[in-house]
């Protein structure tokens, strides 16, 4: 149609499509500018990215010279000892087994030592570049090495004793089901984990403690020339007790050590309420049907269950008064200690190797071990507590402790005691911070 001139408003107004005519033109274009716009942002999006440059340089690095640095000197090797080793035998996996080295040991006073080895400990040799062995090393676990040298076609010992190197180290848990679990990652020597136990026993209150609540250790170790001298010592410990902290320290007294509160009040009892592992009380002291027997008797001790070969303690220092086997006690020991008391401990697998009737004895070391000797229906341990010969019932009966500090031991105690005190605060404080990091924020 061709354009013609419209000279008026109303001419045009009447000439324009109506608004409804023009709903769908105005829908059509909106939808084509929004198809335009979509794409024009996804062309930007996809548009290719230019790498940048990179400028490669390679160069040949010389091959090194290895042959240098290897040893053509004599050079130590070390074997671990196993239970049952000899010398011969530990001598021969580390290629060291001469003749000649082998009769000098059992000829001299001092290499003479080397004859009885410890297993878990390190026996060393030092092997020339022919595979000839020129000395020999052991460091025994009371400190003191046995160095056995070639001089020519001879050989020489000598007994040395290196200085240790002492460190110390700070220990958080939790308290677990089992107590002495509780414990394990610490390496600590089985003495040091009954006496924990025996601690335990004695102030941890009728429903013993609970799991989950913390303890704090401070544990000192000992090493020469990277090899530990002896286990770990426990020099302090923070335990949760009976509504309140235990805290208790080592002292040494002579040879002997044992724990102490702060004040040097003796943290353990001059006997032991539990001298065997992994027990439980099986039977106490009172009139009970003997299960052997089917009448009627008095029980004179307490009975621990216990696995067979479980270890049994002497419960106070001592001296071994009798060993023998009865029908009733089977194999036993008896023990007698200070102002007339005794204690016997019976239905014994076996006695310790080399027990004796004289011998002194120490609070804590290994007599025997559990069995079901005698009239028993299983193992266990029958023992035993007696004043002047008469038994006596644990469960009333009053027994004496251990003394208390005093002295020269007190005053070198409390020189030690603030420093114990500063490490387990510390080792208390990372505990709650781990356990409630709230309260540090």
Request: overall charge neutral.
């Amino acid at each position: 149609m061709p354009f013609q001139f419209l000279p008026n408003s109303t001419d045009l107004a009447r000439h324009l499509p109506s608004p409804r005519a023009l709903r769908p033109w105005l829908l059509g274009s909106l939808l084509l500018s929004s198809v335009f716009t979509l794409s024009a942002y996804g062309v930007a999006e996809l548009a290719p990215v230019v790498p940048p440059e990179r400028n490669v340089k390679r160069s040949e690095l010389p091959t090194p010279d290895l042959g240098s640095t290897v040893a053509s000197g004599p050079f130590w090797q070390d074997t671990l000892l196993r239970r049952g080793d000899t010398l011969g035998s530990a001598l021969h996996r580390l290629n060291a087994n001469e003749p000649s080295l082998l009769r000098f040991v059992r000829s001299d006073a001092t290499a003479r030592e080397l004859l009885e080895l410890q297993a878990g400990r390190l026996l060393k040799a030092r092997i020339d570049e022919s595979g000839k062995v020129q000395s020999i090393s052991y460091l025994h676990s009371s400190g003191k090495r046995i160095l056995v040298q070639r001089t020519g076609n001879d050989w020489n010992a000598e007994s040395q004793t290196p200085t240790p190197f002492i460190s110390q180290r700070l220990i958080n848990g939790l308290i677990k089901e089992d107590f002495l679990t509780s414990f394990a990652a610490t390496a600590l020597n089985p003495e040091t984990l009954r006496q924990l136990d025996e601690i335990k026993q004695q102030y941890g209150g009728e429903r013993g403690i609970p799991a989950g609540q913390a303890f704090s250790l401070v544990i000192e170790t000992a090493s020469v020339d990277g090899e530990t001298l002896r286990p770990p010592r426990l020099l302090a410990a923070r335990l949760p007790g009976n509504g309140r902290l235990i805290e208790v320290f080592l002292h040494h007294q002579g040879e002997t050590g044992s724990y102490y509160f702060s004040d040097g009040r003796a943290a353990l009892p001059a006997f032991l309420s539990v001298p065997v592992d992994h027990a439980a009380i099986s039977s106490s002291f009172a009139m009970r049907l003997h299960p052997v027997l089917g009448v009627w008797l008095q029980h004179k001790g307490t009975d621990f269950a216990a696995p067979a070969g479980s270890n049994i303690y002497s419960a106070a220092a001592g001296k071994v008064s009798r060993i023998g086997t009865e029908a009733g006690y089977g194999n036993f020991v008896e023990v007698e200690h200070a102002n007339g008391m005794s204690t016997l401990y019976g239905h014994m697998q076996g006695f310790a190797a080399g027990l004796k009737t004289g011998q002194a004895v120490q609070q804590g070391d290994v007599i025997g071990y559990v069995g079901s000797t005698g009239r028993s229906t299983g193992p266990h341990l029958h023992y035993e507590i007696r004043r002047n010969g008469i038994a006596l019932n644990p469960d009333n009966t009053r027994l004496p402790s251990l003394p208390a500090l005093g002295g020269q031991n007190l005053q070198a105690f409390r020189q030690q005691l603030p420093a114990l005190l500063t490490q387990l605060q510390t080792a208390s404080q990372t505990a709650l911070a781990l356990n409630h990091p709230a309260r540090f924020e």
